[in-house]
């Protein structure tokens, strides 16, 4: 699975867009990219997750680059109960375990 | 709150002891996986069960054993515990053939002294 590269902690102002970026340059066609943040004391939550085209759900939405080399998570409307570490993991086909990193601590601020 | 549900919430061990650790899947899952989590790190995969059976490891020694029931219900088992072991621990259900949409509980804090 293709290695990713995040920023080790971001600030965002409560009600502004937070906008997580994820390096994964060496990633393969077949090869998805998902999105999981973990709030302080709490397992991680699935948020989302894309091929090439951009998606979005209820939570966030998720743009790849075409060259597909970079994505980067959007919370439209940050709120301070964002505030999690983000990861973002590159996984090839639909079957196996997740590979966690180190992530990007995202603090909301008022 | 996913339906994933850990026990205990906190455990204190002494080094030697062996401990059980149990995970209740979300209902519909059918697979179950487990991870360590130690102090400002990401969660390292332990192993993964479906139909009972394990499914794939990660780098952990024997020692660390694991049960899935009929019911999708699992155990997590470390014997010999080390002072390395203390951490938090994860289970998250999933469904096969979908499992990297994974849903977590709250985990297992264990403390081995």
């Known amino acids: 699975d293709a290695k990713t590269t995040q920023p080790p902690s971001m600030d965002c102002a409560e009600g502004r867009a937070a906008n997580l970026p994820c390096n994964h340059s060496?990633?393969?066609?077949?090869?998805?990219v998902y999105w999981y943040r973990q709030i302080h004391s709490q397992g991680p939550q699935y948020i989302i997750h894309?091929?090439?085209n951009n998606e979005t759900n209820e939570m966030a939405s998720l743009i790849i680059t075409e060259d597909r080399k970079s994505s980067t998570l959007i919370l439209p409307h940050a709120t301070l109960r964002d505030t999690a570490v983000y990861y973002c993991?590159?996984?090839?086909?639909?079957?196996?375990?997740?590979?966690f990193g180190k992530g990007t601590k995202l603090s909301v601020k008022p | 709150e996913t339906g994933v549900t850990q026990s205990p919430t906190h455990l204190i061990k002494t080094r030697g002891q062996q401990v059980t650790l149990r995970c209740s899947s979300q209902?519909?899952?059918?697979?179950v996986s487990w991870y360590q989590q130690a102090l400002g790190q990401g969660p390292q995969f332990i192993f993964q069960?479906?139909?009972?059976?394990?499914?794939g490891r990660g780098n952990f020694p024997p020692r660390f054993s694991g049960l899935q029931f009929p019911n999708y219900s699992s155990e997590l088992n470390v014997n010999a515990l080390e002072l390395d072991d203390s951490a938090l621990y994860l289970c998250?259900?999933?469904?096969?053939?979908?499992?990297?949409?994974?849903?977590f509980g709250p985990g297992t804090r264990l403390t081995v002294t």
């Open positions: 998250a259900s999933s469904l096969w053939g979908i499992s990297y949409e994974q849903y």
């Open positions: 060496t990633i393969s066609g077949n090869e998805y």
């Open positions: 894309g091929l090439k």
């Open positions: 993991i590159v996984i090839r086909g639909s079957q196996g375990n997740l590979i």
């Open positions: 209902s519909g899952h059918n697979t």
């Open positions: 069960y479906y139909r009972e059976e394990e499914n």
